[in-house]
């Protein structure tokens, strides 16, 4: 298939492409569009022909959701039977932006968007140029994150082209993505608010507003998959993953005797820390460690290494939570724990 690429800039936004881009989703064409989050590979949740080629396009297994996104609150009630009063409050503090709620569906989203569950996963994003390409197709996009199932989700369009060009119709190149992690899911149809996937929003943010929140883990009450995406492999690069926990200082020391040619990915480094071949830099905090983290990611293939350590970062709380989430994901639970160790030294 031809895919068209159309960059645009989002701080001057070229309307004639928003336009053109617009249109293919109205004719039924998969678009991918920059969000804030990772790109997404959008297609009109209205047709299931059309949401048909975005699990074609990824290879995406068909009982894993997706999530539609929308440009104003008013696209909310074609979608969702049931607004609660808890959603309002937090989509008034994070929409638009990088929080994606769970609620109850309305008939008319078509079944394969939502695996055939009674939910439907909503996000209005903050990125101009997916919100002007939203709002003037005037429905709701379903977008899974544009990347082949399984691989590390794109944060540029280069890592779009690499992973599906000539698999969709159309390629907005609209920059970097800022925040570089997949939205909050949460999921407040039931008791208690359930974050599904932790992000960028987090626990403590939610806790302040609504006075409660927990961690969901994929598997509902009678063993039914809540989030069913959280089961796949995911974020994988082809270098094998090994997490680590512990200092910089602890996985110095263990790799004074690893022999193979490896890659460190840790926070604060450079190049001479550590005796390994290549160290990817995840900058100075965790929003840059986010921000990096697929990209880093990625780049472990193209690099001539056996493997990856990648110190998690340390805190239980905020970003990090989702930070680890990924590369214990991305490691596929391989997971060595140096902490003290080396205590007595
Ligand atoms: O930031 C993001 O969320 C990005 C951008 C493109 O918006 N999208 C994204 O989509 O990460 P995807 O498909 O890669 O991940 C969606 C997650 C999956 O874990 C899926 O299982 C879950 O949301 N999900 C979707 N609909 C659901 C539902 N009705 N109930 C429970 N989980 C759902
Ligand atoms: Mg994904």
Known sequence: MDTK??????????NSKIDEAAGAILEGK???????????????????EAVAKIFI???????????CHISNRDMLSDIVAEVPQSAKILMDHFWGG????????????????NAGLPTVAVRMPSHPVANALIEKAGVPVA??????????????????IDDLYGRVDVIIDGGNSKIGIESTVIDLTGEIPMILRPGYVTINDVRKLLGKCEYGNSKGE?????????????????TPVVCVIGSARELELFLMKENRKIAVIAQNANKYDFNADVVLSAGFDVESYAARLFYLLRKTDELDVELTYALLPT??????????????????GRLINLKNKWSNI
Request: no cysteine; proline share 11%.
């Open 5 to 14: 690429i159309l960059k645009i800039d989002p701080d001057r936004i070229d």
């Open 30 to 48: 998969t678009v991918v569009m920059p969000t804030e989050t990772v790109y997404g590979l959008g297609a009109n949740a209205f047709s299931k």
């Open 57 to 67: 396009a990824k290879g995406r297994p068909s009982d894993n959701p997706l999530i």
């Open 98 to 113: 990088p929080l994606t709620i769970i609620f109850k569906k309305k008939d008319n989203v078509p079944d394969i968007v």
């Open 143 to 160: 977008a899974p994150s544009a990347n082949l199932s399984g691989t590390p989700s794109p944060t540029t369009a280069q890592h779009v």
């Open 222 to 238: 009678a063993g039914t998959p809540k989030s069913p995406g959280m089961k796949y492999t995911h974020y994988a690069p082809k």
């Open 315 to 332: 805190s239980k709380s905020g970003l990090e939570v989702a930070v680890a989430n990924r590369l214990l994901k991305a490691s596929g």
